[in-house]
């Protein structure tokens, strides 16, 4: 049991460590001079992350409607929970 303990700690620890991270690496576009090939990079780093930007919004609006389908299941299933203890209690009842 203290080995899983240890485990999950070092687990911890390594999420930690990753998050701090990975900020640091996050793509950024560096205009690095004034030539036009400079600026044609730039640009072409700047649209990249237009492009990523607008599938994250889309991969977004999915899970948005996922969560909503959801919830609408779960709704109707917990009337379905309810008037199944209706109908219990009214079994039970009869004895």
Do not use: W
Request: aromatic share 6%; charged share 25%.
């Amino acid at each position: 049991m203290k080995n899983l303990g240890n485990r999950v700690n070092l687990f911890a620890c390594l999420i930690a460590a990753f998050l701090i991270i990975s900020p640091s690496y996050a793509h950024r576009c560096i205009l690095e001079g004034n030539d036009a090939a400079d600026i044609s990079r730039y640009n072409s780093c700047k649209a990249d992350l237009n492009i990523a930007s607008i599938h994250a919004e889309s991969s977004s609006e999915v899970n948005e409607n996922e969560l909503e389908r959801l919830r609408v299941e779960n709704t109707l299933l917990k009337a379905k929970l309810d008037q199944m203890r209706r109908q219990l209690l009214s079994i039970l009842s009869d004895f």
